[in-house]
T-cell receptor, first 112, second 114 residues
Framework: GQNIDQPTEMTATEGAIVQINCTYQ??????LFWYQQHAGEAPTFLSY????GLEEKGRFSSFLSRSKGYSYLLLKELQMKDSASYLC?????????????FGTGTRLTVIP | ETGVTQSPTHLIKTRGQQVTLRCSSQ?????VSWYQQALGQGPQFIFQ???????GRGNFPPRFSGLQFPNYSSELNVNALELDDSALYLC?????????????FGPGTRLTVT
């Protein structure tokens, strides 16, 4: 089975840095994905890690440690528009398909 | 914009009715995955279609069924609707033959069952 844990809510200040952690237990690991979801909208792809280490993409970075079952998403220079839910998802072939198993999401509120 | 489209945007149905939701995949993608997202939860995998065949299924009953067409667009059908089926239904398009490819989501269909 799959088990993905991330904090339910976080608050951070505009201009600051925030780190959203995700721990997982999975079989058939085939990648760790982060998506951003604004209220009432679809998830938007942010980043993807399949090997250990840090992937940087502008203001967003994601880190993966497969041996620890751990990932984090780092958001720098926070802007008000970054207020959203951030979904950690593990790709696995457990069901026979290469599908995503999602955590419940971390709702980030950016305050002035 | 992901190039993935879904219709309709919103739908209201009565318990016991049947519903069909549609998804057009991004150009060049051969795989469509369907997810159900209840309020305040992460998306849950329903099933995936790859080259017109069901490729894998999550923990959903048989009254959830689907199709994929030669142009890789897809349908999700739900029979005998229940109140708990009220959710955002998302389709995601990808090229899963490439292994760890990215799934891009459409805007979703908000289904309300009364």
């Amino acid at each position: 089975g799959q088990n993905i844990d991330q904090p339910t809510e976080m608050t951070a200040t505009e201009g600051a840095i925030v780190q959203i952690n995700c721990t997982y237990q999975t079989s058939g690991f085939n990648g760790l994905f982060w998506y951003q979801q604004h209220a009432g909208e679809a998830p938007t792809f942010l980043s993807y890690n399949v090997l250990d280490g840090l992937e940087e993409k502008g203001r967003f970075s994601s880190f993966l440690s497969r041996s620890k079952g751990y990932s984090y998403l780092l958001l720098k220079e926070l802007q008000m528009k970054d207020s959203a839910s951030y979904l950690c998802a593990v790709k696995s072939r457990e069901t026979g398909a290469n599908n995503l198993f999602f955590g419940t999401g971390t709702r980030l509120t950016v305050i002035p | 914009e992901t190039g993935v489209t879904q219709s309709p945007t919103h739908l209201i149905k009565t318990r016991g009715q049947q519903v069909t939701l549609r998804c057009s995949s991004q150009s060049g993608h051969n795989t469509v995955s369907w997810y159900q997202q209840a309020l305040g939860q992460g998306p849950q995998f329903i099933f995936q279609y790859y080259r017109e065949e069901e490729n894998g299924r999550g923990n959903f009953p048989p009254r959830f069924s689907g199709l994929q067409f030669p142009n890789y667009s897809s349908e999700l059908n739900v029979n005998a609707l229940e109140l708990d089926d009220s959710a955002l239904y998302l389709c995601a398009s990808s090229s899963e033959g490439a292994g760890g490819s990215v799934q891009y989501f459409g805007p979703g269909t908000r289904l309300t069952v009364t």
